[in-house]
């Protein structure tokens, strides 16, 4: 998982900010560590960025975008993938957070998932266009290759993972981003766990 993350100046007109999650299928695996931490959790299984931007977010404060791996079978071309990180940057911009993470997959086997793999691999490519100069990271700890998801699936984290992952995410967005400041925060790669 790569995370991207930006800090925008605090909204005038947002009296009662939450925190929330938001997204699909990996979202909601990390829903009761978020809801722990006292994040709402707005999450589908299938959702893609498309539909989190159709979403009732409201006044956020932290936010944290879970997304990309349904949409990266439509990922064909690296214009496509830029296109796609534009818009991911769009939608977070819309919902004006103080906060932002976008957590978002690195990579995937090719064996297992050929389509997830080629859309990875352009995402991953297009990710240092991020408009707000942030740099990815591995919330899963791992510096090359893809890491191996405990899932029969291999896609979505089993509960131990899914709420590691959390904790790393909540930990570089409250630690890497100055809040309210309208300067971008940046994360690098993560050491070896």
Same mark, same amino acid.
């Given at each position: 998982m790569a995370c991207l993350l930006g800090a925008t100046p605090a909204r005038a007109d947002c009296a009662d900010p939450r925190d929330l999650l938001l997204g699909d299928s990996i979202a909601d695996r990390m829903r009761a560590a978020?809801? #722990?931490?006292?994040?709402?959790?707005?999450?589908?299984?299938?959702?893609q960025l498309a539909w989190t931007t159709r979403q009732p977010v409201g006044?956020?404060?932290?936010?944290?975008?879970?997304?990309?791996?349904?949409?990266?079978?439509?990922?064909?071309?690296?214009?496509?993938?830029?296109?796609y990180v534009a818009h991911v940057a769009a939608a977070i911009a819309q919902w004006?957070?103080?906060? #932002?993470?976008?957590v978002t997959p690195s990579c995937f086997d090719p064996a297992r998932n050929p389509v997830l793999s080629r859309g990875?691999?352009?995402?991953?490519?297009?990710?240092?266009?991020?408009p707000t100069g942030a740099r990815q990271a591995l919330l899963d700890g791992q510096a090359g290759g893809c890491p191996s998801v405990?899932?029969?699936?291999?896609?979505?984290?089993?509960?131990?993972?899914?709420?590691?992952?959390?904790?790393?995410?909540?930990?570089?967005?409250?630690?890497d981003a100055p809040a309210a400041s309208g300067q971008a925060g940046a994360t690098g790669p993560s050491a070896p766990r």
């Amino acid at each position: 998982m790569a995370c991207l993350l930006g800090a925008t100046p605090a909204r005038a007109d947002c009296a009662d900010p939450r925190d929330l999650l938001l997204g699909d299928s990996i979202a909601d695996r990390m829903r009761a560590a978020a809801q #722990a931490d006292g994040f709402a959790v707005i999450a589908r299984n299938g959702a893609q960025l498309a539909w989190t931007t159709r979403q009732p977010v409201g006044c956020v404060a932290d936010l944290v975008l879970v997304i990309g791996t349904n949409d990266l079978r439509d990922l064909r071309t690296p214009e496509q993938a830029r296109d796609y990180v534009a818009h991911v940057a769009a939608a977070i911009a819309q919902w004006r957070p103080r906060r #932002a993470l976008w957590v978002t997959p690195s990579c995937f086997d090719p064996a297992r998932n050929p389509v997830l793999s080629r859309g990875g691999a352009l995402l991953h490519a297009a990710l240092p266009g991020f408009p707000t100069g942030a740099r990815q990271a591995l919330l899963d700890g791992q510096a090359g290759g893809c890491p191996s998801v405990p899932a029969g699936d291999g896609v979505h984290p089993d509960p131990a993972l899914a709420a590691r992952w959390w904790r790393d995410a909540l930990a570089r967005l409250r630690a890497d981003a100055p809040a309210a400041s309208g300067q971008a925060g940046a994360t690098g790669p993560s050491a070896p766990r």
